[in-house]
């Protein structure tokens, strides 16, 4: 008798538990509205904060929601090849460019740039901050052989450092040459752990909080400027894509109200992005 | 640089100030987790229950290849469904990539393989003490299933617990396949991660500190129902 009391308490115990996490998920997939894009873009925009800053302003002229999957240059132009963003804003000019060529975009259009900048150690032991160039302080750093910490994950800061090296003529390897295979922010906690220099996008070394013994050390090359480009997706290639909504995300970045709002974006006092579109 | 009565302070002041995007990422993640247990248990205690009861040919492979997938990386796991949900991929008309879903799928199968690879293991013993008995009254082995399953409970709630362990516990899986993304696919892993890479990491800790006790938490209910239970049983 008590037995099958218990039996019974415990299966609806169960049914209330299940009919609770399935109300759960039902008020997921209410929150969930329509009119909403994803785009890919890079750590830097949206760890630095960008986004948090720029995006309420968007929703607020538009009544449309930018879902940031924020991840390397690569992997974002990995995730727009095979239909799973609408919308792209990353840093490789080159890259962007192929991208066109090659049919998954329609159009590409400056919208803002930042700077690299070159960490490292505070006591600088390859000498690089009175360096002229980049490319020669990338020449002192391999010739100390002294610790470098890349990317090694084929980001738009990867593949920007990769041109430096060879700007630099070096071929980066070695001991001291250490390859991560990881983000940016996680990067600069390693090279901060092991005293290495390291190629950072300005933006996310300026809101970077464990940077221990690291300093900035060189600045201000041409050859560091960094472009940002927005890709307008082919519809031809994925008709499923919100190209209306993209299309109006695009146009808004390239406005005098969105790159107002890049421009307005500071932190600690500094403006990290420069708007400079040329519509 | 940072020390760590600097991460208790911060744990505590987040969840003192209920800040509300705190609370969304940790109902996601109980959501999103919970589910995936619910589910995994669904199919996991009865595959569990037949595997130990059955004997077919291949069975031995089968349960060498459950146990190992016990191992599976989440990473790869998550890659997967990705693949998977991928608009390029098979499921992908779907459009359940980069949604909390998506992070349900992906960790149901993290979370099978242990659920029933441990359940299979729990009624193969008990089984193996009781089958003279069970037999002897007259059972199928298809009606002896639901009574193996309900004696081993107490067992298998630990089975479960550590099936919700690995699923609160893991990241590779749904950042890849939900996207980290703020206020839709953000959970407590992927917030810690990104706190990581931001430097910041006090907060980073302190945010480890409170899914640590949210977990603490569902263990300690699941054990207090477990020992009322027990009590009640005499």
Avoid at chain 1, 108 to 116: H, I, K, L, T, Y
Avoid at chain 1, 163 to 171: D, I, K, M, N, P
């Amino acid at each position: 008798m008590t037995e099958r009391r218990k039996g019974k308490m415990h299966k609806t115990g169960l049914i209330l538990a299940a009919s609770g996490l399935a109300g759960l998920s039902m008020t997921t997939q209410a929150t969930e509205g329509e009119d909403f894009i994803i785009l890919a873009s890079t750590t830097s925009t949206e760890n630095s904060g960008l986004f948090d800053a720029i995006l309420p302003r968007f929703t607020a002229a538009t009544g449309i929601e930018v879902r940031v999957v924020a991840v390397g240059t690569g992997q974002a132009f990995e995730i727009a090849r095979r239909g799973d963003a609408d919308s792209l804003l990353v840093h490789d000019t080159e890259g962007e460019k192929r991208f066109v060529a090659e049919g998954y975009a329609t159009e590409r259009a400056d919208v803002m740039v930042n700077d690299f900048v070159v960490i490292g150690p505070g006591d600088d032991p390859a000498d690089i901050a009175d360096a002229d160039t980049v490319a020669d302080a990338f020449a002192r750093i391999a010739e100390a052989e002294a610790p470098f910490a890349s990317r090694g994950d084929d980001s738009g800061t990867n593949r920007a450092e990769l041109r430096l090296w060879e700007a630099a003529g070096v071929a980066p390897e070695g001991g001291w040459y250490r390859e991560l295979g990881s983000g940016m922010g996680p990067t600069l906690n390693t090279a901060a752990g092991m005293d290495a220099y390291v190629l950072a996008d300005r933006a996310s070394w300026v809101a970077f909080a464990n940077p221990q013994g690291l300093e900035l050390l060189f600045e201000g090359d041409e050859a560091l400027f960094n472009q940002y480009g927005s890709l307008l997706l082919s519809a031809e290639r994925h008709s499923h894509l919100k190209h209306d909504l993209a299309e109006r995300w695009h146009q808004w970045l390239l406005s005098e109200e969105g790159q107002q709002a890049i421009g307005d974006f500071q932190i600690k006092g500094q403006q990290l992005f420069f708007p400079n579109a040329t519509k | 640089m940072f020390d760590d009565t600097n991460a208790f302070q911060t744990a505590l002041s987040l969840i003192m100030g209920f800040d509300p995007d705190l609370l969304a990422i940790v109902a996601l993640s109980l959501r999103v987790s919970l589910s995936a247990v619910l589910i995994a248990t669904l199919i996991g205690l009865p595959l569990g229950a037949a595997l130990a009861l059955w004997k077919f040919p291949g069975r031995g492979t089968l349960i060498v290849v459950l146990n190992a997938f016990m191992g599976l990386p989440p990473v790869v796991a998550g890659l997967t469904v990705y693949l998977l949900l991928s608009r390029a991929g098979p499921l992908g008309e779907l459009g359940l990539l980069f949604t909390p879903t998506a992070m349900v799928i992906a960790q149901v199968i993290l979370v099978l393989p242990i659920i029933a690879a441990l359940t299979r293991q729990q009624i193969e013993e008990l089984h193996g003490d009781y089958h003279e008995q069970l037999r002897s009254m007259g059972l199928s082995k298809r009606r002896m299933m639901p009574t193996l399953l309900w004696d081993a409970r107490f067992g298998l709630m630990t089975v479960i617990l550590a099936g919700f362990g690995r699923a609160s516990a893991e990241v590779g899986a749904v950042m890849i396949v939900g996207g980290n993304i703020d206020g839709v696919t953000r959970v407590m892993t992927t917030a810690i991660v990104l706190e990581t890479s931001k430097g910041d990491l006090p907060l980073a800790l302190g945010l480890g500190i409170v899914l640590l006790g949210l977990v603490a938490l569902v263990n300690a209910a699941a054990y207090l129902i477990g020992e009322s239970a027990r009590r009640r049983l005499g």
